[in-house]
């Protein structure tokens, strides 16, 4: 951009901006769109055309199309307001816990049974409903800041961007996958070792509720590895390289360990042969999958630094946690005192080598 081009903008107290500025010379014979997004690169290209169309832009006070060339030096005039993005999504005062934020963005620490935003069957008590309340000005925003999501009993971090510059970076880093999702989550099945797993995914076939492998979906890549081994379960660590609906569900569902507790693809419920009776309760009881998005990782919108958050394991997969390790170190039938065995055990175990068959 060159020395003498003069930048004026006007910042009214409803926060109306008007950029005044001169086209760049060297953009000269390119469409206008096109040249927007290069001068603003804060707003994105969809965000632009729409100003445009809506007579926002103006060139030597005349309103433009999208596709008109520029010539070079013509006076721009860009009038910027907060847009009201969000329909019939009410404000409401629910408790968020903030784990960080600044001008650019909040990272929340979703709990268990939170809807991230409204749909069908959910139209308030939402993360978004949440967000609203916190900061009104996220009505401005798309979503209201929400880039990416968890499952309603997926616990765990999640970033929201609180501006239109906040939300292009987020939304490009999300695209370019260098965001860094880290779960851990309990499956069934006891895991020799990690892997990929590379299937792509789309909606089910019959239940749209549901996600399914689609051979012709979207790619999806999950990376796993083992952090622990129990009876008949396995604690993993889950670094997701996209971000599909249910992901780490389907996937883990697939290769024939779902989540402990996933009401949707998990199957009937399964006990390890041996288990403690607290281990049968707790297992019975948890009906929730057993997922939690532990680490985030990003580059944060305006100052490039790289920052990362970590978040601890809820209380009840901490006390799953806890049953799973106890039932492991609990003496096995091999190990029984003798005082503790009794003739009534000994006739169970080899009752029909001693009974007499004529």
């Given at each position: 951009?060159?020395?003498?081009?003069?930048?004026?903008?006007?910042?009214?107290?409803?926060?109306?901006?008007?950029?005044?500025?001169?086209?760049?010379?060297?953009?000269?014979?390119?469409?206008?769109?096109s040249v927007l997004v290069k001068m603003f690169p804060d707003y994105s290209r969809s965000r632009l055309q729409q100003w445009i169309k809506a007579g926002k832009v103006l060139l030597d006070g005349?309103?433009?199309?999208?596709?008109?060339k520029v010539i070079g030096e013509e006076m721009l005039e860009l009038h910027i307001e907060p847009e009201v993005c969000v329909d019939e999504v009410q404000a409401e005062d629910i408790p968020l816990?903030?784990?960080?934020?600044?001008?650019?963005?909040?990272?929340?620490?979703?709990?268990?049974?939170?809807?991230?935003?409204?749909?069908?069957?959910?139209?308030?008590?939402?993360?978004?409903?949440?967000?609203?309340?916190?900061?009104?000005?996220?009505?401005?925003?798309?979503?209201?800041?929400?880039?990416?999501?968890?499952?309603?009993?997926?616990?765990?971090?999640?970033?929201?961007?609180?501006?239109?510059?906040?939300?292009?970076?987020?939304?490009?880093?999300?695209?370019?996958?260098?965001?860094?999702?880290?779960?851990?989550?309990?499956?069934?099945?006891?895991?020799?070792?990690?892997?990929?797993?590379?299937?792509?995914?789309?909606?089910?076939?019959?239940?749209?509720?549901?996600?399914?492998?689609?051979?012709?979906?979207?790619?999806?890549?999950?990376?796993?590895?083992?952090?622990?081994?129990?009876?008949?379960?396995?604690?993993?660590?889950?670094?997701?390289?996209?971000?599909?609906?249910?992901?780490?569900?389907?996937?883990?569902?697939?290769?024939?360990?779902?989540?402990?507790?996933?009401q949707t693809y998990g199957g009937r419920l399964q006990l390890p042969a041996g288990c403690s009776d607290e281990l049968k309760q707790m297992l019975r009881s948890f009906n929730r999958q057993a997922?939690?998005?532990?680490?985030?990782?990003?580059?944060?919108?305006?100052?490039?630094?790289?920052?990362?958050?970590?978040?601890?394991?809820?209380?009840?997969?901490?006390?799953?946690?806890?049953?799973?390790?106890?039932?492991?170190?609990?003496?096995?039938?091999?190990?029984?005192?003798?005082?503790?065995?009794?003739?009534?055990?000994?006739?169970?175990?080899?009752?029909?080598?001693?009974?007499?068959?004529?």
């Amino acid at each position: 951009m060159s020395d003498d081009i003069s930048q004026v903008t006007e910042h009214t107290a409803t926060e109306h901006q008007v950029i005044r500025q001169n086209i760049p010379i060297e953009y000269a014979t390119q469409r206008l769109d096109s040249v927007l997004v290069k001068m603003f690169p804060d707003y994105s290209r969809s965000r632009l055309q729409q100003w445009i169309k809506a007579g926002k832009v103006l060139l030597d006070g005349q309103m433009p199309r999208p596709r008109d060339k520029v010539i070079g030096e013509e006076m721009l005039e860009l009038h910027i307001e907060p847009e009201v993005c969000v329909d019939e999504v009410q404000a409401e005062d629910i408790p968020l816990d903030i784990v960080y934020e600044d001008q650019d963005i909040l990272v929340i620490n979703k709990p268990v049974g939170l809807v991230v935003h409204p749909a069908a069957g959910h139209s308030g008590g939402t993360l978004q409903n949440a967000l609203l309340h916190f900061d009104p000005r996220l009505e401005s925003v798309p979503r209201s800041g929400i880039v990416h999501r968890l499952d309603k009993d997926t616990s765990g971090l999640l970033v929201v961007a609180r501006n239109l510059k906040a939300h292009k970076s987020l939304v490009a880093q999300l695209q370019a996958r260098t965001v860094k999702r880290e779960y851990q989550a309990v499956v069934l099945g006891v895991l020799t070792s990690g892997n990929t797993i590379d299937m792509p995914m789309g909606r089910h076939g019959r239940d749209r509720k549901k996600m399914a492998i689609k051979p012709e979906g979207k790619p999806a890549i999950t990376h796993f590895r083992v952090l622990e081994r129990f009876r008949g379960h396995t604690l993993i660590q889950v670094n997701l390289e996209t971000g599909r609906t249910h992901q780490i569900r389907v996937h883990m569902a697939y290769v024939r360990h779902p989540l402990v507790g996933d009401q949707t693809y998990g199957g009937r419920l399964q006990l390890p042969a041996g288990c403690s009776d607290e281990l049968k309760q707790m297992l019975r009881s948890f009906n929730r999958q057993a997922l939690h998005a532990k680490k985030l990782g990003l580059i944060h919108p305006s100052t490039g630094k790289s920052m990362e958050w970590r978040s601890p394991l809820p209380e009840d997969m901490r006390d799953l946690l806890d049953v799973l390790q106890a039932d492991i170190t609990r003496p096995s039938a091999d190990d029984v005192d003798d005082d503790d065995y009794s003739f009534d055990d000994f006739l169970a175990e080899f009752g029909d080598e001693f009974t007499h068959k004529p």
